[in-house]
């Protein structure tokens, strides 16, 4: 069964101070890991994909990269509008054609002033 | 503007009271999904669909029905509603298939309560 873990749940830094986010996967065949942001009551919002095992993607503060077990998110000196909770996703193939989409429980991270 | 519509957004219903939640795509996206996120469970998938006529089960299809007789369109069928249906719920589309599929476009979401 796939298993997406998150830590930490919740993470609360001080403006500025960068931190790594972790999601270790154990999936078989994966085909992509995706990063999500979500703001309170609102939809998650797609940030990146990532295939293989040491690619990277950066997007302002944020950078993800991606071993054969985990993915991190690097946040470099976090502004309060970075608050939000962060998802991640493996996805891979079903024997007939069909997807498989598995989210982890994410982790919510406040960022203070 | 590029958006996946949902209605309701909230809804309280008692028990047994069929219900239909819509949602609605404006991008031409062909593969459509939907959600619920409970606490401490994370986003779960109850159905998704590939394109017009093909739909196929997630993690959590009971007690749910879904149709895709449109490209735009992906209602949420929820014949007889138990406490337990209780939720928030996301609809999402997006324009890749194969890898990418999982480059999500959500809605706002749809809080349901079942009393």
């Known amino acids: 069964e796939d298993q997406v873990t998150q830590s930490p749940e919740a993470l609360r830094l001080q403006e500025g101070e960068s931190s790594s986010l972790n999601c270790s996967y154990t999936?078989?065949?994966?085909?992509?890991l995706f990063w999500y942001r979500q703001d309170p009551g609102k939809g998650p919002e797609f940030l990146f994909t990532l295939y293989s095992a040491g690619e990277e993607k950066e997007k302002e503060r944020l950078k993800a990269t991606l071993t054969k077990k985990e993915s991190f998110l690097h946040i470099t000196a976090p502004k309060p509008e970075d608050s939000a909770t962060y998802l991640c996703?493996?996805?891979?193939?079903?024997?007939?054609?069909?997807?498989?989409?598995?989210f982890g429980t994410g982790t919510q991270l406040k960022v203070e002033l | 503007e590029a958006q996946v519509t949902q209605n309701p957004r909230y809804l309280i219903t008692v028990t047994g009271k069929k219900l239909t939640v819509t949602c609605s795509q404006n991008?031409?996206?062909?593969?459509m999904s939907w959600y619920r996120q409970d606490p401490g469970l994370g986003l779960r998938q109850i159905y998704y669909s590939m394109n017009v006529e093909v739909t196929d089960k997630g993690d959590v299809p009971e007690g749910y029905k879904v149709s895709r007789k449109e490209k735009r369109n992906f209602p949420l069928i929820l014949e007889s509603p138990s406490p337990n249906q209780t939720s928030l719920y996301f609809c999402?589309?997006?324009?890749?298939?194969?890898?990418?599929?999982?480059?999500?476009?959500f809605g706002e979401g749809s809080r349901l309560t079942v009393l």
């Open positions: 991008m031409n996206h062909e593969y």
């Open positions: 999402a589309s997006s324009l890749f298939g194969g890898t990418r599929t999982g480059e999500l476009f």
């Open positions: 996703a493996v996805h891979r193939l079903l024997t007939g054609g069909g997807n498989k989409l598995t």
């Open positions: 999936v078989s065949g994966l085909r992509g």
